[in-house]
């Protein structure tokens, strides 16, 4: 009878520990990580050597670019900002910056550690042969209100001069018209290691200062904020780089 009872009591066991590990097999395997940007996930793995979560954190970075989850996030740190600007008084030297890359029209479609994004969205593969980049819907959208408003505007990128024809007419070509300056690095400037990309928008900063009221500054990267000189910061997210 005991043994019995025993044997009762070890496949009762057994099959508490088959189900506990079937779980956290399972929970394992279709856990779902917190979304980082492209760079951290490429850190972790060259640590990690962890293949399966690499690879989950690209799938959750393609989700993010091939859904409108992307631009549902934009459009929400600019909804934030518009209430902020409603508010000012705006003069005629109230100036907003705007950068280029990733903040104005899409550029990541040029990085080949992106290719796994882009190459599922026909509008970037087209771009990419093209060279006329579609703009972030939600950024075109909010440089209209912001134009509606009064707001003058200077667009500001580390790409380097020789780009300047082809920046300027993308830019126009997809709708952002009536600013004031297109800014881009001097060519000696753009291929000196040296010269560091906040530095330089940092200074340019300080110049357009002396020009305008700076009430606000628009990018997709920390070195288009740093060292100040930008009124209110709108930072819209950027899941290859940072
Ligand atoms: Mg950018």
């Known amino acids: 009878m005991k043994t019995e009872e025993n044997m009762k009591k070890k496949i009762i066991?057994?099959?508490?520990?088959?189900?506990?590990?079937?779980?956290?097999?399972?929970?394992?395997?279709?856990?779902?990580?917190?979304?980082?940007?492209?760079?951290?996930?490429t850190q972790e793995f060259e640590q990690t050597h962890d293949a399966t979560m690499l690879e989950k954190r690209k799938q959750q970075i393609f989700n993010y670019y091939t859904t409108d989850a992307f631009e549902k996030d934009v459009q929400k740190v600019y909804t934030k900002a518009l209430k902020q600007f409603c508010q000012l008084t705006v003069t005629p030297k109230s100036l907003i910056i705007f950068d280029v890359d990733d903040t104005a029209f899409y550029n990541y479609q040029?990085?080949?550690?992106?290719?796994?994004?882009?190459?599922?969205?026909?509008?970037?593969?087209?771009?990419?042969?093209?060279?006329?980049?579609?703009?972030?819907?939600?950024t075109l959208a909010f440089y209209h209100e912001l134009k509606n408003l009064g707001f003058k505007t200077v667009f500001v990128s580390s790409r380097n001069q020789a780009v300047y024809d082809e920046y300027y007419k993308n830019l126009t070509d997809i709708g952002y018209h009536d600013f004031d300056k297109l800014i881009l690095m001097p060519d000696k400037l753009a291929f000196d290691q040296n010269i560091?990309?906040?530095?330089?928008?940092?200074?340019?900063?300080?110049?357009?200062?002396?020009?305008?009221?700076?009430?606000?500054?628009v990018g997709d990267r920390t070195v288009d904020?740093?060292?100040?000189y930008t009124g209110y910061e709108v930072k819209i997210p950027n899941y290859i780089f940072e």
């Open 13 to 41: 066991t057994t099959t508490s520990l088959i189900a506990v590990a079937s779980i956290a097999y399972y929970l394992h395997k279709n856990h779902v990580p917190e979304l980082i940007n492209l760079k951290q996930a």
């Open 110 to 138: 040029y990085r080949d550690d992106a290719e796994f994004i882009w190459k599922h969205q026909p509008e970037l593969i087209k771009a990419r042969q093209t060279k006329i980049v579609p703009a972030i819907k939600a």
């Open 196 to 217: 560091k990309t906040a530095d330089w928008k940092l200074g340019i900063r300080k110049q357009l200062a002396q020009e305008y009221t700076i009430v606000g500054c």
């Open 225 to 228: 904020f740093k060292g100040g």
